[in-house]
């Protein structure tokens, strides 16, 4: 089994009103059980805001820290999920059904082979 990042891609600003993003959340749990329910759940994780973010950067022999994301965009990264599956097709179709729980962009990348535990 291979393992796979699916990284969820979101728009900057304010979070939608309750009524929309309620039951995107729902969505989102339901996928969840039934990744795990399959086995192929390893890992996830939602993000702060990139406001919240710092940047460590080597400069030479200093090092340099900022405050704020790393790019500037109008998406940011939101959160992941780090499954298994056994193959790139399986995975995108964890893919699918995550895009279509969060409406959202989702890319789907392998974890390199001995990397993940």
């Not at 030479?60 to 820290?65: A, F, I, N, R, T």
């Not at 499954?83 to 699918?96: H, S, T, V």
Request: glycine residues 10%.
């Amino acid at each position: 089994m291979t393992h796979y990042l699916l990284t969820i891609y979101q728009p900057d600003g304010e979070p939608p009103p309750p009524e929309i993003l309620e039951p995107i959340m729902e969505k989102v749990a339901a996928f969840q059980e039934e990744l795990r329910a399959a086995g192929a759940w390893v890992f996830n994780a939602g993000l702060h805001p990139p406001s919240t973010a710092t940047v460590v950067h080597a400069r030479g022999d200093d090092v340099l820290v900022t405050d704020g994301p790393y790019l500037e965009g109008k998406e940011h990264v939101g959160g992941f999920t780090i499954i298994q599956a056994a193959d790139l097709d399986e995975a995108l179709e964890w893919g699918r059904k995550l895009t279509a729980a969060t409406t959202l962009p989702i890319e789907v990348r392998p974890v390199v082979d001995g990397s993940c535990g």
